[in-house]
């Protein structure tokens, strides 16, 4: 099933939110990213056979599972953040910031006495522990009931304390937060809340170097769409402000994309008061990067006032998203994509390839013309679960 909410009311002029995430923001941001050892940009791979079965002009795909190693994109925000703050903390000159305050002696050798913490489905937990590790200091990651073993030792092979609790990510992130405060801890959580705003807003700055890079490998060629992947909101909202920032009123249409299951942006915005919402619902999806309950407060804010549409699916979409990427179905290169970042793919096939879906496509304004961007956020970052799926040797 695929659901889909269409926004009559988007906000046409930036906001102060969004003068967050200008060019400007963006292109020093990738500078920090750029001075890393291991620095080069993900492909942005040209899925020709995919657009061509389907219809439409284009289709690019921002293939993530190459980040630094790590296998998805969230690595980005944790670096950023948590450089900006050890930044702030030891008086670095913010135009002097590179990968160098992670080797700086001083600098490490008071992190030792520090530690990170955050709540986590996989990526963002990875990301942080990676930057800990870079940096010296001690981190601790808690994770939702039902976390694949993959997933936990990625993390814990970082030198993380890695706990599962008997809860769901937002009962995670609710202890991450309690501790953060009982044991002097620096929390680095990729969600915002009243009070708890400065570090989630330098995550998502973080992910602008996803978008500075893809524009450059774009060679001056502007999609006509964005279908963007949202868990609480981060990735997509950042996003969003870049477009709003570069293109103001001319800019693409731009869709949210959930799991039914998980699907607290769109809950709160047919909820029609303009306020963030909690899903009361268990939730049941193979795209544990996307289970999450509770919308960031900043990147609601965002998406609220300037998405075009809100969209949920159930798994089998992004099974077939997976299945695609994997097998190059349509002559196209062969792409590792997990649970979470296949999701994008399998919609937009759907959408264009059964019949039953045609008057929504048509609402989406998908045709011949249509140039759509995607991304791929990880890759097999459970790898029985991607082999099972895709039944691909790995």
């Known amino acids: 099933m695929i659901r889909i909410a269409e926004s009559i009311k988007v906000i046409q002029s930036e906001n102060s939110l969004t003068k967050n995430f200008d060019c400007y923001t963006a292109q020093n941001v990738r500078s920090f990213h750029k001075s890393f050892p291991n620095y080069k940009p993900t492909p942005l791979v040209e899925l020709n056979g995919c657009a061509h079965h389907l219809g439409i002009k284009k289709i690019w795909l921002k293939d993530e599972s190459h980040r630094f190693g790590l296998n998805a994109f969230k690595v980005l925000g944790a670096s950023y953040a948590v450089a ?8 670095v000159n913010e135009k002097e910031l590179s990968y160098s305050i992670f080797t700086e002696a001083t600098i490490r050798e008071k992190a030792k006495k520090l530690t990170l913490v955050t709540a986590t489905d996989g990526n963002h937990g990875r990301g942080v522990a990676w930057t800990a590790k870079q940096i010296g200091c001690k981190s601790v990651v808690y994770m939702p ?22 809860g769901n990510y937002d009962d995670a992130s609710y202890l991450a937060r309690e501790n953060a405060e009982k044991f002097g801890w620096i929390l680095v959580q990729d969600s915002s809340w009243e009070g708890y705003e400065k570090i989630p807003l330098w995550i998502m700055q973080g992910y602008l170097t996803l978008m500075h890079e893809s524009f450059e490998q774009l060679s001056g060629e502007i999609p006509t769409h964005f279908f963007v992947q949202c868990g609480v909101g981060s990735l997509p909202a950042a996003v ?8 103001g009123n001319d800019r693409p249409l731009f869709a949210i994309v959930e799991p039914n299951d998980a699907a607290c942006v769109y809950e709160s915005f047919v909820a029609g008061d303009g306020n963030v919402h909690t899903l009361t619902n268990e939730i049941h999806t193979i795209m544990a ?12 804010e965002i998406m609220r006032d300037y998405s075009n549409y809100f969209i949920t699916c159930d798994d089998e979409v992004t099974k077939s998203g997976m299945d695609i990427l994997a097998k190059g179905t349509f002559g196209d290169d062969k792409i590792v994509s997990g649970e979470s970042g296949a999701v994008t793919t399998g919609l937009i096939h759907k959408l264009l390839s059964d019949s039953a879906y045609r008057q929504l496509a048509e609402k989406l304004k998908l045709n011949s013309d249509s140039k759509i961007f995607l991304i791929s956020t990880e890759g097999d970052t ?3 679960i991607y082999k099972k799926i895709t039944q691909e040797t790995l």
């Open 289 to 300: 990067g996307l289970a999450c309950g509770t919308p960031s407060k900043l990147a609601w």
């Open 382 to 384: 459970d790898p029985k």
């Open 84 to 91: 900006k703050f050890f930044a702030e903390m030891f008086g």
């Open 145 to 166: 009931k039902g976390t694949k073993k993959a997933r936990f030792d990625n993390i814990k092979s970082l030198g993380a304390d890695v706990y599962i609790i008997d």
């Open 240 to 247: 969003q402000a870049y477009l709003v920032n570069q293109f």
